[in-house]
């Protein structure tokens, strides 16, 4: 293959990604009798379009696949077949070997699985053995079959920039001629003078005639990639009318204006050819979007974060300075400050997806396992719309497909256990995103039988966890995520190996996360996750200890004070505590607890919670509050307990930043030991 059509294989992977999530999207639509006529027609529009990229880039496994689901696709919208359960688990395993096929491309290995398999489930379909229809959209009006024509005419008016989008009309004209006889009527009055002549314009238009043999799909296909890049009108009704109507119509096209509204009074209607693509590609303005490399963004993102560090250095000589110029400069500094947060949270709204990335692959996760199980569920998400850096919304797909898996296998009931307990007989996963202050919270929830708190008790004494004496029912339910926990009584493909809940609360606690989980006996359970929007830029409290200085996340921080001799308690059992407002919180000492001496009692507590506990951290004095640039401390040098990373300050000194759920589970740890 030419180096030339290389360096496309990018965009195509990509488009073909998209592509193959419309899809799965669109089928479980049609399969939940929420799609239409125009659903399946977006699915074929994909496929052919991962065909014709696969074909061009010689990638021939993927198009012998597409082509096959293309036809039954083709077969489907026509109204030539119904839509069964065969075909429709045929279609949605297709997905699945083209997302093998297409990663194994794009990796240059051989793939797993060639597609034989599927082609041949696919051809099974086709030959009729799929015999089990079910109704395409329940409440839907069904996809209208269309009557034979004794002949087509086309009014094709290329848009002169077509040229520039890579495509050429003679192509498509010659691809209809296979079609059949096609007679072909050229318009050059748009043509300029030769002086005058780009050739990278087109202004060419024609009148295309095919008889009515020839399949009205195919006719659609010729034009499936320039659908917005031309005017186009099909007209099929068979008679000399048409050829009338289509020329009145191609009159009416002109290559310098976009297409009218309406068709001419005395024009038969036109087929209309519906293109997402279309609406996208044609939008200009606001929903003007351009494809960039990751790597570029994540550049511009590190670049931001030095000059957040040389702004910090800025403004801290700047306090230093006296004189008439002092004004002026802080002036300055301050506009400079202004402007570099500004810069910041544009830079990082760059990276920030919608949560509809993640929760985009649970309708098919829920479909498919709950037919394992035997079980009827139903999924709702809420938020899709709520953004996080692509960064975390990567790492936290993975963490939460276990929980939802979790909630199927563990909370929801069959449908017999939920119609005896008086429960509507379909079970229901609710996912749920939304904004909270600087972080992002993230709610998995299902309405099953919810959590046994004498069992978990039971599995863990069993297992030699340590158990509080007289347990909350939050320090109960916090023995799932212990290492090798398991309430199953068999190990299946799905649970009973004790891995599991421990990683998922690992990696949402290497993303600087935390997550909590209630449960109300037979009403169901919920595992809340919160997470930073970004790992880049945080909001940061900086304390001295023992004559460091170290910066504490704001979003874990609920106050600060100057502790009462009398508030202050010793517990056998849990050490120093400190009474706020009739609550007793467990006290750490940051500079005993470091190694770095300090007075016995510090003159400064700082109330803080994560993973659903609060803690009074008790420091030498607070410095103020600044944004800070977080540098992996694991990565340069080694982990630390207590410690999520660090960042340099404004006189070029290194601070760490404190893991306020890290210094919690500490603390419960030393109490439970």
């Given at each position: 293959?030419?180096?030339d ?7 195509f ?22 799609g ?6 977006s699915?074929f ?5 991962i ?16 082509h ?15 839509l ?14 083209l997302?093998a ?10 793939a797993s ?6 082609v041949a489930?696919?051809?099974?379909v086709l ?6 229809a079910?109704?395409?959209?329940r ?6 079959a269309?009557r034979?024509?004794?002949?087509y ?22 691809e ?7 007679e ?7 043509l ?6 780009d ?6 238009k ?10 009205e799909?195919a ?5 499936s990639?320039v ?10 009704d ?6 009338q ?5 191609a009159?009416a ?22 293109s ?5 590609a044609g ?6 979007s ?15 974060g ?18 008439p110029?002092?004004e002026?400069?802080?002036?300055g ?6 402007n ?16 509809d ?15 394992r ?13 709520t ?13 939460m ?23 509507n007989?379909?079970?229901t996963?609710t ?23 004498e ?5 863990a ?8 004496d007289?347990p909350?029912?939050?320090?109960v ?7 090798g926990f398991s ?5 299946t ?28 006996a ?5 595992v809340?996750?919160?997470?930073p929007?970004t790992?880049?830029i945080l ?9 460091e200085?170290f910066?504490l996340?704001?979003?874990?921080v609920i106050?600060?004070?100057k502790?009462?001799?009398?508030s202050v308690?010793?517990v056998n ?6 009474k ?5 919180l467990?006290?750490v000492h ?13 003159p400064i ?17 607070l410095?103020?509050?600044?944004q ?9 040098y ?22 306020v ?7 419960l ?5």
């Open positions: 293959m030419s180096a059509l290389k360096r496309f294989h990018a965009t992977f990509e488009e073909s990604r998209e592509g193959l999530e419309a899809m799965e999207s669109g089928l479980l639509d049609l399969e939940g009798g929420r239409s006529a125009d659903t399946i027609n699915v529009r994909a496929a052919h379009s065909k014709g990229g696969s074909a061009t880039f010689g990638f021939t496994r993927v198009a012998e696949l597409t096959v689901l293309e036809t039954l696709l083709d077969e489907l919208r026509a109204d030539r077949r119904p069964s359960a065969d075909a429709m688990d045929a279609m949605l395993a297709s997905v699945d070997v997302r096929l297409l990663k194994a491309d794009e990796q240059g290995v051989p699985d060639d597609g034989t398999g599927i489930k696919l051809n099974a030959t009729g053995k799929a015999t089990i079910f109704s395409l959209a409440g839907a009006p069904p996809i209208p269309r034979a024509s004794s002949r005419v086309i009014a094709f008016a290329p848009k002169p920039s077509m040229f520039l989008s890579g495509n050429d009309p003679l192509r498509i004209i010659r209809l001629a296979e079609l059949g006889p096609l072909a009527v050229c318009d050059a009055s748009a300029p003078e030769f002086g005058a002549l050739p990278a314009q087109s202004y060419l024609w009148t295309l005639t095919l008889p009515g043999s020839a399949a799909a006719i659609r296909d010729a034009f990639w659908e917005d890049e031309c005017d186009l009108s099909i007209n099929g068979g008679g000399a009318d048409a050829a109507a289509a020329a009145q119509a009159s096209l002109s290559v310098s204006e976009p297409p009218v509204s309406e068709p001419a009074a005395s024009a038969a209607p036109a087929i209309a050819m519906p997402a693509a279309s609406a996208a939008s200009t303005g606001d929903d003007a351009i494809r960039v490399q990751a790597s570029k963004v994540d550049m511009l993102i590190n670049l931001v030095e000059l957040v560090i040389t702004q910090a250095m800025l403004k801290q000589v700047g306090g230093d300075v006296e004189g110029l002092a002026r400069l802080l002036a500094l301050e506009t400079l400050e202004r570099t947060r500004d810069l910041q949270e544009a830079v990082f709204s760059v990276r920030m997806l919608p949560m990335a993640v929760f985009k692959r649970f309708p098919r996760l829920v479909r498919d396992l709950a037919g199980l035997g079980k009827q569920v139903n999924l709702k998400t809420f938020g899709e719309s953004e996080l850096d692509k960064g975390l919304i990567e790492k936290i797909s993975d963490p497909v276990h929980l939802v898996r979790n909630a199927i296998d563990h909370g929801i009931e069959t449908t017999e256990d939920r119609i005896a307990a008086g429960k007989p379909i079970g996963i996912l749920e995103a939304s904004h909270q202050g600087g972080n992002i919270i993230i709610e998995v929830s299902d309405d099953g039988k919810g959590l046994n708190r069992r978990i008790l039971a599995k004494r069993e297992k030699g966890i340590p158990v509080a007289n909350t029912d939050s320090d339910w916090n023995l799932i995520f212990a290492p309430t199953a009584d068999a190990v493909d799905l649970s009973g190996r004790g891995v599991g809940m421990d990683v998922v609360r690992r990696n949402i606690q290497s993303l600087g996360g935390e997550s909590v989980l209630e449960s109300v037979g009403k169901g359970t919920k809340t996750i919160k997470l929007l790992l880049a909001d940061g409290m900086t304390v001295a200890v023992g004559g200085v910066v996340p704001l979003g874990y106050e600060s004070m502790p009462q001799a009398d308690r010793t059992g849990e050490g120093r505590v400190l706020v407002r009739g609550e007793y467990p006290m940051l500079g005993r607890h470091f190694g770095l001496g300090g007075p016995q009692h510090s507590a700082i109330v803080v919670e994560g993973d659903g506990q609060k803690l009074a951290l008790e420091v030498d004095a410095i103020g509050q600044q800070v640039v977080v540098k992996s401390l694991e990565a340069n080694r982990k630390i307990g207590g410690i999520s990373g660090a960042t340099i300050l404004g006189d070029g000194r290194v601070a760490l930043i404190l893991d759920p890290g210094l919690v589970r500490g603390r740890n030393v109490q439970a030991a």
